[in-house]
């Protein structure tokens, strides 16, 4: 090996070595980005010429800078649609970044919603999932995910279950046999309840109870006639009718409900609506207790369950663990409206960096496998969360410092081939 060639095997190690600290100056740099994944220099000799049979190194040069994949921290923030990943897996994003249109993948969870309703990352890239349709069925295929628009289509009610305490009292002096025209003065005891036709028009039901003696009560569910088709406004007109009786504990023992129908205006004609009082002994094979019973006290309405609903916005979403984004909606109802994929490849550092956090599939990674969160060995979801930056300062901080002292030794190495080659500069004088 010449002394010129010392000159250049040095030269190399410095220019190594100096795009070596860029590589731990620029995962300094981003200690604190969402979703950064550090990097690390990766150093290959250099082969000069052969000295018999061996070939003589000439130096070393950058052959190589790796993404390291390894978790970051997962931060609490509250967001409403801030995400981390614990785990395996990238978030999906598509659209346009730098002018190229493509299919993207970051682990920056920082997601939005844009003024179309899709949900976005931070650069505006439509994030990938699969939409789930009203009737729970999930989408088999990724595609953008549009969360704003969506309503909850009004439910009609079809049962009603009442839980009361009716007064054994009251069967000492049964009443007047009930008239529709002054329930209210033939009734021991009266609730109300509100149902909802297959528009989703809340309808007030008014419920009447009479006692007729030896535990025995019917009663009556009335709704104003102005509300029916055919009916006059102002007037109670009955809607559902049945029986009830009660052994000697007060235990329900039968229910016999009569015909229920409501033609409600303008709404689906025939509306049956199903109203149960408990767990009746002999009618449905209970105890007796699960539900209305007949004890000596006042009157009460101890529990009320009805179905159905009317249309609904979306106030609210919520994402779970396997990724799956539930909504809120102002009429108290709750769905679920996609499910967030991730990717996992054969390589994660085959992957090339495209700035912004992103990332994109070379020939080396190999093909995206893209599934549901908390599938496949896939990271789980967490919500009101981010995943920081995976750089540890303190060790990037120790790098550097080797590093720098590698290019100094390497400047040393072209100082020293410098004063020997001026040496030999001398021999002519």
Same mark, same amino acid.
């Given at each position: 090996?010449?002394?010129?060639?010392?000159?250049? #095997?040095?030269?190399?190690?410095?220019?190594? /070595?100096?795009?070596?600290?860029?590589?731990?100056?620029?995962?300094?740099?981003?200690?604190?980005?969402?979703?950064?994944?550090?990097?690390? @220099?990766?150093?290959?000799?250099?082969?000069?010429?052969?000295?018999?049979?061996?070939?003589?190194?000439?130096?070393?040069?950058?052959?190589?800078?790796?993404? =390291?994949?390894?978790?970051?921290?997962? =931060?609490?923030?509250?967001?409403?649609?801030?995400?981390?990943?614990?785990? /395996?897996?990238?978030?999906?994003?598509?659209?346009?970044?730098?002018?190229?249109? $493509?299919?993207?993948?970051?682990?920056?969870?920082? *997601? =939005?919603?844009?003024?179309?309703?899709?949900?976005?990352?931070?650069?505006?890239?439509?994030?990938?999932?699969?939409?789930?349709?009203? @009737?729970?069925?999930?989408?088999?295929?990724?595609?953008?995910?549009?969360?704003? $628009?969506?309503?909850?289509?009004?439910?009609?009610?079809?049962?009603?279950?009442?839980?009361?305490? +009716?007064?054994?009292?009251?069967?000492?002096?049964?009443?007047?046999?009930?008239?529709?025209?002054?329930?209210?003065?033939?009734?021991?005891?009266?609730?109300?309840?509100?149902?909802?036709?297959? *528009?989703?028009?809340? /309808?007030?039901?008014?419920?009447?109870?009479?006692?007729?003696?030896?535990?025995?009560?019917?009663? /009556?569910?009335?709704?104003? $006639?102005? !509300? +029916?088709?055919?009916?006059?406004?102002?007037?109670?007109?009955?809607?559902?009718?049945?029986?009830? #009786?009660?052994?000697?504990?007060?235990?329900?023992?039968?229910?016999?409900?009569?015909?229920?129908?409501?033609?409600?205006?303008?709404?689906?004609?025939?509306?049956?609506?199903?109203?149960?009082?408990?767990?009746?002994?002999?009618?449905? $094979?209970?105890?007796?207790?699960?539900?209305?019973? =007949?004890?000596?006290?006042?009157?009460?309405?101890?529990?009320?369950?009805?179905?159905?609903?009317? @249309?609904?916005?979306?106030?609210?979403?919520?994402?779970?663990?396997?990724?799956?984004?539930?909504?809120?909606?102002?009429? %108290?109802?709750?769905?679920?409206?996609?499910?967030?994929?991730?990717?996992?490849?054969?390589?994660?550092?085959?992957?090339?960096?495209?700035?912004?956090?992103?990332?994109?599939?070379?020939?080396?990674?190999?093909?995206?496998?893209?599934?549901?969160?908390?599938?496949? %060995?896939?990271?789980?979801?967490?919500?009101?969360?981010?995943?920081?930056?995976?750089? !540890?300062?303190?060790?990037?901080?120790?790098?550097?410092?080797?590093?720098?002292?590698?290019?100094?030794?390497?400047?040393?190495?072209?100082?020293?081939?410098?004063?020997? +080659?001026?040496?030999?500069?001398?021999?002519?004088?």
């Amino acid at each position: 090996m010449s002394l010129l060639t010392s000159l250049f #095997t040095g030269a190399s190690g410095m220019g190594a /070595h100096g795009a070596a600290i860029g590589v731990v100056g620029d995962n300094i740099a981003n200690v604190s980005t969402i979703g950064f994944k550090r990097t690390r @220099a990766g150093f290959a000799d250099v082969l000069g010429g052969t000295l018999g049979s061996q070939r003589l190194g000439a130096g070393v040069r950058l052959g190589s800078v790796d993404t =390291q994949f390894e978790q970051g921290s997962v =931060q609490q923030t509250g967001g409403m649609l801030d995400v981390a990943i614990r785990g /395996h897996g990238m978030f999906v994003v598509s659209g346009q970044h730098n002018g190229q249109a $493509g299919q993207y993948y970051t682990r920056d969870g920082r *997601l =939005q919603l844009d003024n179309t309703g899709y949900l976005v990352d931070p650069r505006g890239l439509r994030v990938q999932g699969y939409a789930i349709d009203s @009737a729970g069925t999930m989408a088999t295929s990724i595609s953008d995910l549009q969360l704003t $628009g969506i309503t909850s289509p009004p439910v009609a009610t079809t049962t009603a279950d009442l839980t009361l305490r +009716l007064d054994s009292g009251a069967q000492t002096t049964p009443l007047a046999p009930f008239d529709p025209l002054n329930p209210g003065t033939t009734s021991n005891y009266a609730t109300s309840a509100t149902v909802y036709d297959s *528009l989703g028009a809340p /309808h007030k039901v008014d419920l009447y109870f009479r006692a007729q003696g030896g535990g025995a009560w019917e009663w /009556h569910a009335m709704v104003d $006639g102005g !509300e +029916l088709t055919g009916g006059t406004a102002g007037v109670a007109t009955e809607i559902a009718t049945g029986t009830m #009786t009660f052994d000697a504990n007060g235990a329900l023992d039968t229910e016999t409900p009569g015909a229920s129908s409501a033609n409600f205006l303008n709404a689906a004609p025939g509306q049956a609506i199903a109203f149960d009082f408990g767990d009746a002994i002999t009618t449905d $094979g209970g105890t007796g207790r699960a539900g209305t019973t =007949q004890p000596a006290g006042a009157n009460a309405v101890v529990g009320l369950a009805i179905d159905g609903h009317g @249309a609904g916005q979306l106030i609210d979403l919520h994402i779970a663990d396997d990724g799956t984004i539930d909504g809120a909606f102002d009429n %108290g109802d709750t769905r679920s409206l996609g499910r967030l994929a991730l990717a996992t490849f054969t390589d994660e550092q085959g992957l090339a960096r495209a700035g912004d956090g992103l990332f994109t599939q070379t020939a080396t990674s190999g093909q995206p496998l893209i599934d549901a969160a908390a599938t496949g %060995g896939r990271g789980s979801i967490s919500a009101g969360a981010l995943e920081g930056s995976n750089v !540890e300062l303190g060790d990037e901080l120790v790098t550097m410092i080797a590093y720098q002292r590698a290019f100094q030794a390497n400047v040393k190495t072209v100082t020293t081939a410098d004063e020997m +080659l001026a040496e030999v500069a001398q021999i002519k004088r």
